[in-house]
């Protein structure tokens, strides 16, 4: 016997490997329609729900980094109506 594998196991693998892949790609699919209404959360576009709040605990602080850091995350608050809090460490 030699050591190569034979044809037959190769096509076993192979046809492994693509079914693996398959299903992942399957599992990673979205489900469900964008139909460019609403935002995630539930509430309406421009503040309509408040959605709360989001901690964030950080090791950086200061300038630029919060200043920045605030600037990124203004436009979210305004939009969903929810508020950052920042801790940093």
Same mark, same amino acid.
């Given at each position: 016997?030699?050591?190569r594998?034979?044809?037959g196991f190769r096509f076993v693998l192979i046809g492994l490997a693509v079914t693996l892949a398959a299903?992942?790609?399957v599992a990673c699919g979205d489900d469900e329609k964008d139909t460019g209404g609403g935002s995630p959360t539930g509430g309406s576009p421009g503040?309509? $729900?408040n959605i709360g709040s989001v901690e964030? =605990? $950080?090791i950086w602080g200061g300038?630029?980094? =919060?200043p920045s850091f605030e600037a990124t995350t203004a436009p979210?608050?305004?939009e969903t109506g929810g508020s950052v809090n920042f801790t940093g460490t």
């Open positions: 016997m030699s050591g594998p034979r044809t299903l992942v790609a503040g309509g $729900g964030v =605990l $950080g300038d630029p980094e =919060l979210w608050e305004q």
